[in-house]
């Protein structure tokens, strides 16, 4: 198993900043296409951001030129910058491992959560 664990949540004001953190388990963490999703009270889960092995990022329309995801394979840990942040970006927040390709295909991996507040 791959024990994911997400910390960096908390309460901010509007414009504010937050920087979340997912610490992987995993051997094979290099392998790994990780994503942040995010889910509402009352609505759907949905991707964030995501980041393959070899680096390249996507984003939901609505955090972008806002948020950066990034990744330290030295130390196992996705990152989730969150800069600009307004009341609609409060959820909790989830990191996800995905395997899309090769012998592993469709190992899929979550972490419980982090809570992000965004208010004044």
Known sequence: QVQLVESGGGLVQPGGS???SCLASTKIFS???MGWYRQAPGKQRELVASIT???S???????KGRFT???DNGENTV????N????EDTAV???NAYVGSGPLYGMNYWGKGTLVTVSS
């Not at 990152?79 to 969150?82: F, G």
């Not at 600009?84 to 009341?87: A, E, G, I, Q, V």
């Open 84 to 87: 600009s942040l307004k009341p």
């Open 93 to 95: 927040y989830y990191c």
């Open 69 to 71: 995801i990034s990744r």
């Open 31 to 33: 392998l790994y296409r």
């Open 18 to 20: 937050l920087r979340l």
């Open 79 to 82: 990152y989730l910058q969150m």
């Open 53 to 55: 092995s070899g680096g």
């Open 57 to 63: 990022t996507n984003y939901v329309d609505s955090v």
